[in-house]
């Protein structure tokens, strides 16, 4: 089984500040995929970033770098340079490889606050 | 337009009554999904069908059934709805099939919220 663990339900950033959303995940699969959505107050969810369990550099998207730590087995998100705009729940997100379905995992989420 | 697109947005119906959400969408991709989000939970899995005759059940299946009427559409019933299925119901599609790590990035609708009294 695979599971998803977000150990922080919130979390306060300044603007212009970097912040570290942590993901840790529990998986017997040996080919895997780690994900980040968005979810602001609006309701939709914005996919952000992907880490292949394969990928031997760590993903970045603008802003957005994730920090994958596989002995770890951790899976954190970088915001660099906060803004207003990022305030949101974060989800993070496993798909692995039991036999022929592979879905979505997803952790039970990170409300970030940007402040002034 | 969206490229996925739920209907309805929004609806408040009573228990014992049967309700569908129906969900559409225009990426082509031959999978999709219907996720419940409830506070505190994150999004958990109830059903997904990978192509028109495949139907599959996520983990929390129980009181909800579902149709694939075409590569495009996707629909959830509620049959005889309760209030603990209050919730934000996402519909999600994406490409498939590659390996369990490939980036086959799932693209949500804007979500269905139900309400249950």
């Known amino acids: 089984a695979q599971k998803i663990t977000q150990t922080q339900p919130g979390m306060f950033v300044q603007e212009k500040e970097a912040v570290t959303l942590d993901c840790t995940y529990d998986t017997s699969d040996p080919s895997y995929g780690l994900f980040w959505y968005k979810q602001p107050s609006s309701g939709e969810m914005i996919f952000l970033i992907y880490?292949?369990?394969?990928?031997?550099q760590n993903a970045t998207e603008g802003r957005y770098s994730l920090n994958f730590q596989k002995a770890r087995k951790s899976a954190n998100l970088v915001i660099s340079a906060s803004q207003l705009g990022d305030s949101a729940m974060y989800f993070c997100?496993?798909?692995?490889?039991?036999?022929?379905?592979?879905?979505?995992?997803f952790g039970t989420g990170t409300r970030l606050q940007v402040t002034l | 337009d969206a490229d996925v697109t739920q209907t309805p947005r929004n609806r408040i119906t009573k228990t014992g009554k049967r309700i569908m959400l129906e969900c559409s969408q225009t990426k082509g991709h031959d999978r999709m999904y219907w996720y419940r989000q409830d506070p505190g939970l994150g999004l958990r899995l109830i059903y997904y069908?990978?192509?028109?005759?495949?139907?599959n059940k996520g983990e929390i299946s129980d009181g909800y059934s579902v149709s694939r009427q075409a590569q495009a559409k996707f629909s959830l019933s509620l049959e005889s709805a309760i209030p603990n299925q209050t919730a934000l119901y996402f519909c999600?599609?994406?490409?498939?099939?590659?390996?369990?790590?490939?980036?086959?990035?799932?693209?949500f609708g804007a979500g269905s919220r139900l309400t249950v009294l």
């Open positions: 880490q292949g369990s394969y990928d031997q």
């Open positions: 069908s990978f192509d028109v005759k495949d139907i």
């Open positions: 999600a599609t994406s490409d498939g099939p590659t390996g369990a790590d490939g980036a086959n990035v799932l693209t």
């Open positions: 997100a496993m798909r692995g490889d039991t036999g022929t379905a592979s879905k979505l995992t």
